[in-house]
């Protein structure tokens, strides 16, 4: 092959690798997903100068573990599976990306949460990170660390 050919047929490759649409961020997330680690650190809990963490890994046939759809339509659902297998705590809400970020609006035990969470994408899932007032206790400096990864629902 001459040098000139083989240059084309480089740049030609080059060219259709570059035009592959990579998978959006709402393209990848819509499906369902198991929580596998969550942090959750308050500052000030409660109006107090006290630092609250909850750590839980979900290891060892945990109690609950903590499982969600998202839809392509922008619905998504959320819930709790127990050791039988039965769901409970179930919450629907809406969500929809916007450049790296997952918003999400649901109600969960009367509460309306509206939240945003910076996702990276990872080999199992995505982890996921979020601002929030998680304590209640109007200060939205409590912030949480999620891992997640991908389930089939059946």
């Known amino acids: 092959m001459k040098p000139k050919h083989f240059i084309l047929l480089f740049l030609f ?3 259709i690798v570059a035009c592959k649409k ?6 990848y997330l819509t499906g369902s997903w198991q929580t596998t680690y969550l942090k959750i650190e308050m500052p000030t809990v409660n109006n107090t100068d006290s630092l609250s963490v909850y750590v839980d890994k979900f290891e060892n046939d945990p109690e609950f573990v903590a499982q969600s759809t998202y839809k392509e339509d922008g619905t998504f659902s959320a819930w709790f599976i127990n050791r039988e297998n039965k769901k409970s705590n179930e919450s629907v809400g809406t969500w929809f990306v916007k450049t790296d970020s997952l918003f999400i609006d649901y109600v969960y035990n009367g509460r309306n949460i509206k939240v ?3 996702i990276i994408k990872t080999n199992l899932g995505f982890d996921a990170e979020s601002k ?3 304590d209640e206790d109007t200060d939205f400096d409590d912030t949480l660390w999620m891992k997640t990864k991908r389930i089939k629902i059946e």
């Open 132 to 134: 929030y007032d998680w």
């Open 13 to 15: 490759g080059t060219l």
């Open 22 to 27: 990579e998978e959006s961020l709402k393209e």
């Open 116 to 118: 945003a969470y910076k």
